[in-house]
Protein backbone atom coordinates (compact mmCIF):
# COMPACT_ATOMS: atom_id res chain seq x y z
CA UNK A 1 0.00 0.00 0.00
CA UNK A 2 1.17 3.57 -0.89
CA UNK A 3 -0.17 6.68 1.08
CA UNK A 4 -0.04 9.85 -0.97
CA UNK A 5 -0.55 13.67 0.40
CA UNK A 6 -0.65 16.19 -2.02
CA UNK A 7 0.35 19.94 -0.42
CA UNK A 8 1.12 23.40 -2.11
CA UNK A 9 -2.29 23.94 -3.67
CA UNK A 10 -3.86 28.05 -2.61
CA UNK A 11 -5.47 30.93 -4.22
CA UNK A 12 -3.45 32.83 -6.86
CA UNK A 13 -4.28 35.34 -9.17
CA UNK A 14 -4.29 34.89 -13.44
CA UNK A 15 -0.22 34.60 -14.65
CA UNK A 16 0.69 33.68 -10.87
CA UNK A 17 3.04 30.46 -10.28
CA UNK A 18 2.44 27.50 -7.43
CA UNK A 19 4.59 24.70 -6.64
CA UNK A 20 2.22 21.37 -5.72
CA UNK A 21 3.79 18.31 -3.63
CA UNK A 22 2.67 14.80 -3.71
CA UNK A 23 4.53 12.80 -0.82
CA UNK A 24 4.67 8.74 -0.72
CA UNK A 25 5.25 7.03 2.26
CA UNK A 26 4.53 3.31 3.22
CA UNK A 27 5.48 0.49 0.39
CA UNK A 28 8.52 1.39 -1.50
CA UNK A 29 8.37 4.02 -3.69
CA UNK A 30 11.07 2.08 -6.05
CA UNK A 31 9.59 1.54 -9.41
CA UNK A 32 6.32 2.83 -9.24
CA UNK A 33 5.47 6.37 -11.97
CA UNK A 34 3.56 8.96 -11.26
CA UNK A 35 0.80 11.25 -12.39
CA UNK A 36 -1.35 14.39 -11.75
CA UNK A 37 -4.70 14.92 -12.58
CA UNK A 38 -7.09 17.42 -11.62
CA UNK A 39 -11.09 18.18 -11.36
CA UNK A 40 -13.11 20.77 -12.01
CA UNK A 41 -16.95 21.16 -10.57
CA UNK A 42 -19.15 19.17 -12.71
CA UNK A 43 -16.28 17.80 -15.09
CA UNK A 44 -15.01 14.82 -15.03
CA UNK A 45 -11.06 13.66 -13.75
CA UNK A 46 -8.74 15.02 -16.34
CA UNK A 47 -4.89 14.00 -16.76
CA UNK A 48 -2.46 16.78 -16.45
CA UNK A 49 0.84 15.08 -16.28
CA UNK A 50 2.78 12.21 -15.72
CA UNK A 51 6.97 10.62 -14.79
CA UNK A 52 8.14 7.73 -15.38
CA UNK A 53 9.95 5.83 -12.32
CA UNK A 54 13.43 7.46 -13.58
CA UNK A 55 11.85 10.46 -14.51
CA UNK A 56 13.38 10.37 -17.93
CA UNK A 57 9.97 10.61 -19.44
CA UNK A 58 7.40 12.95 -18.86
CA UNK A 59 3.98 13.46 -20.39
CA UNK A 60 2.04 16.62 -20.17
CA UNK A 61 -1.87 17.74 -21.33
CA UNK A 62 -1.54 19.85 -24.10
CA UNK A 63 -3.89 22.60 -21.57
CA UNK A 64 -0.87 22.70 -19.42
CA UNK A 65 2.36 21.94 -22.01
CA UNK A 66 4.76 24.71 -21.85
CA UNK A 67 3.61 25.91 -18.52
CA UNK A 68 3.68 23.39 -16.16
CA UNK A 69 6.62 21.00 -15.67
CA UNK A 70 6.29 17.79 -13.60
CA UNK A 71 9.58 16.37 -11.46
CA UNK A 72 10.68 13.52 -8.67
CA UNK A 73 12.73 13.20 -5.94
CA UNK A 74 12.92 9.41 -5.56
CA UNK A 75 15.56 10.09 -2.51
CA UNK A 76 12.68 12.21 -1.19
CA UNK A 77 9.64 9.82 -2.11
CA UNK A 78 8.23 13.08 -3.47
CA UNK A 79 7.10 14.65 -7.09
CA UNK A 80 6.47 17.75 -7.77
CA UNK A 81 4.04 19.73 -10.38
CA UNK A 82 5.76 23.05 -11.17
CA UNK A 83 3.05 25.39 -12.37
CA UNK A 84 3.29 29.15 -14.13
CA UNK A 85 1.31 31.06 -16.14
CA UNK A 86 -1.63 29.98 -14.53
CA UNK A 87 -5.14 30.87 -15.88
CA UNK A 88 -8.19 30.79 -14.25
CA UNK A 89 -9.26 27.39 -16.34
CA UNK A 90 -6.70 25.79 -13.96
CA UNK A 91 -8.73 26.09 -10.93
CA UNK A 92 -9.63 22.59 -10.23
CA UNK A 93 -8.95 19.86 -7.61
CA UNK A 94 -5.30 18.57 -8.26
CA UNK A 95 -4.44 14.84 -7.28
CA UNK A 96 -1.39 12.94 -7.07
CA UNK A 97 -1.76 9.31 -8.76
CA UNK A 98 0.77 6.08 -8.51
CA UNK A 99 0.67 3.49 -10.60
CA UNK A 100 2.83 0.34 -10.01
CA UNK A 101 4.74 0.10 -13.39
CA UNK A 102 7.83 2.26 -14.48
CA UNK A 103 6.03 3.62 -17.26
CA UNK A 104 3.90 6.93 -17.91
CA UNK A 105 -0.25 6.59 -18.14
CA UNK A 106 -2.71 9.20 -19.52
CA UNK A 107 -5.79 7.11 -18.11
CA UNK A 108 -6.94 7.46 -14.43
CA UNK A 109 -7.78 3.86 -14.43
CA UNK A 110 -3.71 2.78 -14.92
CA UNK A 111 -3.18 4.07 -11.40
CA UNK A 112 -3.42 2.36 -8.13
CA UNK A 113 -2.87 4.71 -5.75
CA UNK A 114 -4.32 8.66 -5.23
CA UNK A 115 -3.74 11.23 -2.70
CA UNK A 116 -7.25 13.08 -1.22
CA UNK A 117 -6.26 16.44 -3.30
CA UNK A 118 -5.77 19.39 -3.06
CA UNK A 119 -7.64 22.93 -4.41
CA UNK A 120 -5.78 25.10 -6.77
CA UNK A 121 -7.85 28.40 -7.76
CA UNK A 122 -6.49 31.00 -9.96
CA UNK A 123 -8.43 34.07 -9.91
CA UNK A 124 -8.89 36.65 -12.90
Known amino acids: QVQLVESGGGLVQAGGSLRLSCAAS????????MGWFRQAPGKEREFVAA????????YYADSVKGRFTISRDNAKNTVYLQMNSLKPEDTAVYYC?????????????????WGQGTQVAVSS
Open 51 to 58: ISWSGGTT
Open 26 to 33: GRTFSGYA
Open 97 to 113: AARRNTMTAITPGRYDY
